[in-house]
């Protein structure tokens, strides 16, 4: 364990998470650490949900927490009703201040005070019921990272009605496995949009999307730079028309989003979040582990299809503004996501291990541009390797707190993430997020410390999926998450929690490397293979011998620049990781590909190409719309899957 960081001394006097810890022990609930608190947040789930609703504002505490413990369908806050949008637009006071910032490829700045993006809600809300939107009606978005975006969604959510989006990077097809599903009556879309220096038109998407809606009473079409969609209700016309902000009051689970999973194999879940626990969840999110304040400026790079656009943009509740961007996040070159964090004053920059990585491969200098705004690093997408922690200490300094977070599109929330109140481990996710029971778990559902298990929470949260959409004995919810240990959420990450309770997540549990007994995470593998020169990327899968064998462990690497996979490359690799990790991790075989394919959300497809080189049809196991790049798959279905690669 390696401490990169500790509490700043004021931490307590200057934080949101310091000002609430001060209000509970002026109602007597005094605690001096951080684990004393996480230890109250679980142990007394209703008092601890019940002071967030207090602190906050954002409910009538007095009544009662929790109806139902019961997993999944736990009953928070029966009886309550509410609106998200409410929060997220509603105080007077706020409206001269900024809230949203957008950069865009396509078209010019746009900046929007509290005021002008309410203005827009309320017309965008009076727009939405002349095409006839109530409450519980489906209207979905193939939009970018644009202010419309974030105007239509909360114009839905103040009348009831339910949103969901995709990216226009999306193939039709996929949207339409997505859209279909919760049979939308409104549609909002782009005919393209630029990215980097190349224009990309979607017309012909959007025509087949159109097409494969066969609910769709109307479409809304967002002009986008040179882009626009014939035979549409212009953007201009459905906010044509001055109209006062109201919300609808609505239960604590009535639905607010559907937010996708990346759908791999077969239909994406199309997952349900309710008003209430967003609202909960992303209220302490914001406020304790991203220690958000009123004027803070938040940039999380992220495309309208991802959870962490629903994150980012519910900075909102917090009174910071928002900087939403869209297009090439290295165009036109890697410093360019500093440089609007310059430029926007940004507080807290989100970003991914790989962007982080990629910056340091390339030797970007981000203290080239001025950070003196930036409080902290967000990190979510997969593990940050150790040697990122120190890259970012060094470049950004140990006053810039790097918080390196787990969560899931299932929560729109985080399982472990850092705060201000706890140190910064080297390699390590700090601590569990508060009012989050979240452990280890052997197969026989015993707690683990300081050895690989699962992931697991134990108790409810209120952001767990309201239900699947189309699912309605919760076959398929149960069988998502409760159906390996009953009673008990298993998330599907392998992960070990260390005896001061921080985290170590090794990768996904379904594309564990299994040598003889021996179980190895795939982070592990990618953090020493991609600090080597020559490789820009890898992926590794396990092909088990049934028959009590070892197998074969196949790695497969992207040669940097002109790099030539030879001999003498795979030699260096296999020594490396006998070095770095471990004789069981030295590969039986080393491949080189193009490209790894990957998830729109930039995952590995670890377990889908591990089963197509087992010899099962690609159709079976990806769907192509899901994949960042389908020509990524040719190399590994074009392979003989007894042998896999060469030696």
Known sequence: MTVIRQPDPDVLDVTPLGRYVRWLAARGRS?????????????????????????????????????SRAMPGAEWFPGTTLNYAEHMLGRPEDTDQVAVIAYSQTRERIELTFGELAEQ?????????????????????????????????????????VWAACAPEFGARSVVDRFAQVEPTVL????????????????????????????????????YGRFEIADTLPWADLLA????????????????????????????????HGHGGILLEHLKLQAFHLDTRPGDRILWFTTTAWTMWNILVSGLLQRAAVVLVDGNPQYPDLLQQWRIAAEARVSLFGTSPGYLMACRKAGIVPS??????????????????????????????????????????????????????????????????????????????????????????????????????????????RGSYFDTYPGVWRHGDWVTVSPHRSFVISGRSDATLNRGGVRLGTADFYSVVEELPEVADSLVVHLEDHGGGLGRLLLFVVPAGDTVLDDALRDRIRTTLRRELSARHVPDAIGAVPAVPRTMTGKKLETPIKRILQGRPVHEVISPGAVDDVAALAAFTAMDTTEGVRT
């Not at 604590?252 to 349900?272: M, N, Q, R, W, Y």
Request: aromatic share 8%; hydrophobic share 45%.
């Open 121 to 161: 809600v309320g017309r965008a809300r009076a727009g939405l019921i002349r095409l006839g939107v109530g409450r519980g009606d489906r209207v979905v978005a193939y939009l970018p990272n644009v202010p419309e975006a974030l105007v239509a969604f909360l114009a839905c959510a103040s009348l009831g009605a």
């Open 188 to 223: 909002l879309a782009v005919g393209g949009y630029v990215h980097g220096a190349k224009e990309i038109d979607r017309s012909a998407e959007v025509a087949a999307i159109r097409a494969g809606l066969p609910t769709l009473r109307h479409v809304v079409g967002v002009r």
């Open 31 to 67: 605690v001096t650490t951080y684990d004393q608190l996480w230890r109250w947040s679980v142990e007394d789930l209703q008092g601890f949900w019940a002071s967030v609703a207090e602190f906050t504002g954002a409910l009538d505490a007095t009544g009662p927490v929790l109806g």
């Open 368 to 477: 080239d541009v001025d950070l003196s705004a930036l409080r902290m690093l967000g990190i979510t997408g997969s593990p940050l390797p150790d040697e990122g922690f120190d890259w970012a200490t060094e470049q950004l300094g140990t006053w810039v707190l790097v918080n390196s977070m787990s969560g899931g599109t299932d929560i729109c929330s985080g399982f472990v993430a850092g705060n201000p109140w706890l140190p910064v481990y080297r390699g390590e996710l700090a601590g569990p997020c508060l009012g989050v029971d979240v452990t280890a778990f052997d197969p026989q559902g015993e707690e683990i410390v300081g050895e690989v298990g699962e992931l697991v929470v134990r108790q409810p949260m209120p952001s767990m999926p309201v239900r699947f959409w189309n699912d309605p004995d919760d076959a398929r919810y």
């Open 241 to 272: 028309e001055p109209a006062a902000l109201a919300f609808e009051p609505v239960p604590f689970d009535h639905p607010l989003h559907v937010l996708f999973s990346s759908g791999t194999t077969g239909l994406p879940k199309a997952i349900v």
